[in-house]
């Protein structure tokens, strides 16, 4: 039990093009989602908490017009990296905290993005 | 920001020895403390986690130490095994910022054969 996965798990992308990333909760309902960013051999960022129904939650630093997030239903969220850049290409991951889990969060297997 | 301060970042253990990780935090109101396992180019797996109404908790091989008046726990691996070799972290949270998890930065274990 609880899995999560995303898609796509790796993307090339041209320079200034948008990219879409979803992130499912498969066998449990998350009320709240979490999108993190991860450079090489480093730990995770967090980036944005995106609760179902409502606005994403951005951290300092994180422009929330470039990385668009939105929680559709209490097992998607999907972030979509806008007018991507080199320097936008990281290893994304998103995780899903349990409904009533108590901070229970479980990762997705991470979508690798490339910006050429 | 919170932080969560993980060590060693880097250990090396021989196959049948305990791998030990240390984590010390500063904010009093953290309340939870998880345990993860990445292995290269996947997601975080959570291991075992930690409240801190009890001061250890085993789950097969691992086992986490939680010293609440010292602000700090660790996470003990028995038996340590060349499938081990990940990186781990630790992290932390607490009812005052939602559940948004403070990572520490990561520990390199390798485990040889």
């Known amino acids: 039990g609880a899995v999560v996965s995303q898609h796509p798990s790796w993307v090339i992308c041209k320079s200034g093009t948008s990219v879409k990333i979803e992130c499912r909760s498969l066998?449990?309902?998350?009320?709240?989602m979490f999108w993190y960013r991860q450079f090489p051999k480093q730990s995770l960022m967090l980036m944005a908490t995106?609760?179902?129904?409502?606005?994403?939650?951005?951290e300092q630093g994180v422009e929330k017009d470039k990385f668009l997030i939105n929680h559709a239903s209490l097992t998607l969220s999907t972030l979509t990296v806008t007018s991507a850049h080199p320097e936008d290409s990281s290893f994304y991951i998103c995780s899903a905290e349990i409904a009533g889990g108590f901070y229970e969060q479980y990762f997705g297997p991470g979508t690798r993005l490339t910006v050429t | 920001q919170q932080q969560v301060k993980q060590s060693p970042q880097s250990l090396i253990v021989q196959k049948g020895g305990i791998s030990i990780i240390n984590c010390a935090y500063e904010n009093t109101a953290f309340d939870y403390f998880p345990w993860y396992q990445q292995f290269p180019g996947k997601g975080p797996a959570l291991l075992i986690a930690?409240?801190?109404?009890?001061s250890e908790k085993k789950e097969g091989r691992f086992t986490i130490s939680f010293n609440k008046s010292a602000k700090q726990f660790s996470l003990h691996i028995m038996d340590s095994q060349p499938g081990d070799s990940a990186t781990y972290f630790c992290?932390?949270?607490?009812?005052?910022?939602?559940?948004?998890?403070?990572f520490g930065e990561g520990t390199q274990l390798t485990v040889n054969p």
């Open positions: 930690i409240r801190p109404d009890v």
């Open positions: 995106s609760n179902e129904g409502s606005k994403a939650t951005y």
């Open positions: 992290a932390a949270a607490d009812k005052t910022s939602g559940s948004r998890l403070t």
């Open positions: 066998d449990f309902q998350a009320t709240t």
